[in-house]
């Protein structure tokens, strides 16, 4: 099987229609078809199904769809990757990360691996799920989410567990004390990320829900930094993990929440199987140590 097959087939698979494939690939159509006959033969399944209303994917073919367009991708980003270091004369090393895990220990790897010479960083805002798919695909080599996601190709690690906090508004009744979530069900509440989900979002409406109480919702942002304006606007209050009251700002106040196992768990995601890098175990231990540091206390 070689690289054109995938090729093939995914156009194929995208335009169902083995004449309008043809014509996007500039080739003509019975090859085409010849092409993708034998592609289903070395495989031994029937990727598509044929009938006088058109092509359709089989389960079978939608599962080698899946898998081809990341092998296509990977090949496309490795190729990438290698131009960009013969040109640079550096490695290339990509971090994918959730907003919420950048007032913490993230910006510390990213300042000590920028100091090394022979390193160039690709940094990359993504949410934990689009983290698994760029690292299938090549397009990073290390993740930061909240969300455990179970893939086999992906290996991913708590750091440790983080506690939420409650951000409110300067003056709000609630400031200065610690309370419990009944408490904060009584006022309006803001979430985030507003999409895509599943998210933190996700994981703060789960926690009223199982102590059986109902929230109101009232207002939905993707950014960190519009949640926390429109807190401090007195529209509503928000829960966010510990890191994000180091940003500092008018008209906002923190308060730890009354039940300490409220956390959420800070997580490196990672290809599974791949043998570590030169680059990687350096990265590695510099969180080693970074995360240490945050358990132990000497970070906050």
Excluded: W
């Excluded at 598509?48 to 209303?53: A, L």
């Excluded at 359709?56 to 990977?74: C, M, S, W, Y």
């Excluded at 390193?119 to 930061?144: C, H, P, W, Y």
């Amino acid at each position: 099987m070689e690289l054109r097959h995938l090729r093939y087939f995914c156009v194929v698979a995208e335009e169902l229609n083995f004449t309008c494939a043809a014509e996007r690939l500039h080739m003509s159509q019975p090859p085409l078809s010849r092409q993708i006959k034998q592609l289903e033969q070395e495989v031994g399944a029937e990727l598509f199904e044929r009938s006088s209303r058109g092509l359709r994917l089989t389960p079978p073919g939608v599962f080698f769809q899946q898998h081809a367009l990341q092998i296509l991708e990977k090949v496309e980003v490795t190729i990438d990757a290698t131009r960009h270091m013969a040109r640079s004369k550096r490695a290339l090393f990509g971090i994918g990360f959730v907003p919420s895990v950048f007032y913490g220990q993230l910006p510390m790897l990213v300042r000590d691996l920028r100091r090394m010479d022979n390193v160039e960083l690709s940094l990359a805002e993504l949410t934990t799920v689009q983290q698994i798919q760029a690292l299938k695909a090549g397009r990073i080599d290390m993740g930061f989410g909240r969300l455990r996601i179970d893939d086999p190709d992906v290996e991913q690690e708590i750091l440790f567990d983080e506690p939420l906090i409650a951000a409110l508004s300067s003056g709000h009744p609630l400031e200065g004390t610690t309370p419990s979530c009944e408490e904060l069900a009584r006022y309006p509440l803001i979430l985030f990320p507003a999409k895509p989900r599943p998210s933190l979002a996700d994981m703060v409406l789960g926690i009223f829900r199982r102590q059986g109480l109902k929230v109101e919702v009232v207002q939905e942002a993707n950014e960190v930094q519009t949640v926390l304006s429109l807190v401090a606007s007195g529209i509503g209050i928000t829960l966010v993990p510990e890191q994000v009251k180091r940003v500092q700002r008018d008209g906002i106040c923190y308060v730890p929440l009354a039940d300490k196992s409220i956390t959420s768990p800070v997580i490196c995601s990672r290809r599974r199987g791949e043998k570590p890098s030169p680059l990687m175990q350096e990265a590695n231990a510099i969180l080693e140590v970074l995360v240490e540091n945050r358990r132990s206390g000497r970070y906050p």
